[in-house]
Every structure is written in C-alpha cells, then in structure tokens.
C-alpha cells in the first residue's frame, strides 16, 4: 500500500491530529514541528516565538483512500486560514495556518484549491495559509501525541479540541473512520 504524507499547520497540533485521526485513510498522524532555524526544539523552544517553528500535525494517508486534495478540504474546513498567526485564543508565530508541500504536484494542488476557495468567496477575508517546501519534521514530545484522545475532558480539549472534531464529524461524515 503506497502512503503519502501531508505536513499541516492550522493552529494547535492538538486539533489537527485530533480531526485526522478520525479521517478514513489516514493511517498515521503525529504532532511536531517544522519550519524554523532550531534543531531539535522543545515545546518550550517553539511556544517562544523566536524559533521559527510552527505547530504542525504529520498525517500519513493512503491516497487510493482519502486523496491529498481531501486532507487539504478537511484542514481548510476545521481552521481559520483567514487568521494570521492565531487560532482562537492561540496566538504566536508558531499557530500559522501552513501547508508544507512535499513535492511539487501537493504544491499545485493545495494551491489550486487555495485559488478555488478565494475565487468561490468561501471566506469573508483573504487566505493567509502559507504553501512551503517541506523541511526537517521535529516529532514533539510523547506527551503531545494523541493528546485530544487522552485528555479529551481537561478544559482546552473540552473547549477548543472537541469543536473541531465535531464540525469535522458533521461536515465530512462519509470520511470518517469505520
């Protein structure tokens, strides 16, 4: 079976892996960092501001299931891509809206649908997400990963999380796991 993998960035990590975990076809996904000038960062490393980092969820998926261009309706419809540097409360550098590409042809996909959404008018204000090349992917700490699934009553996860999860639930019921 042929994986590809998508590297997002839509805020906090913890909401995106929360929402592709659930995604039929996607078989993986582990909350990290990437873009920034620091080897190794820390959770504390990126919450500075100063590394460069954005919070981003790695989702490893099988196409002949769920297509790059699904990942990439799914990511534009559980966060804010009109939002510089924040989503909701999360405020930083390191909550960017981002796709990082890995290869050429996820760079015109998600650019096409960027085009799509913005000529549709889909949004009140104009798409901010940032398409870069895919660098280094730093896998943040074991206490990060799978959060939403074993926090999932601690205040953030009630909150924040588990909107997130519902409206994708309800927007993309035939995506959903089995």
Not at 14 to 40: I, K
Not at 63 to 83: C, G, K, M, N, Q
Not at 112 to 117: A, M, Q, V
């Amino acid at each position: 079976m042929a994986q590809e993998i998508a590297t997002l960035g839509g805020g906090c990590f913890w909401c995106l892996e929360a929402v592709y975990q659930e995604m039929q076809g996607v078989t993986r996904v582990e909350s990290g960092y990437m873009g920034g000038h620091l080897d190794n960062p820390s959770y504390e490393d990126v919450c500075t501001g100063r590394t460069g980092h954005i919070e981003v969820a790695q989702v490893t998926f099988d196409p002949e299931i769920a297509s790059y261009r699904d990942i990439l309706e799914v990511f534009f419809a559980t966060h804010d891509p009109t939002s510089r540097d924040r989503q909701g409360n999360d405020s930083g550098t390191q909550y960017r809206s981002a796709i990082f590409y890995h290869g050429e042809s996820q760079k015109a996909v998600a650019q096409e649908l960027i085009r799509k959404l913005e000529a549709e008018g889909v949004y009140s204000k104009p798409i901010v997400t940032e398409v870069r090349p895919a660098t280094t992917f730093y896998r943040a700490e074991d206490y990060h990963q799978n959060y939403f699934r074993t926090h999932s009553e601690q205040p953030y996860c009630a909150f924040v999380v588990a909107p997130k999860v519902q409206k994708f639930r309800q927007k993309f019921a035939g995506r959903m796991r089995m």
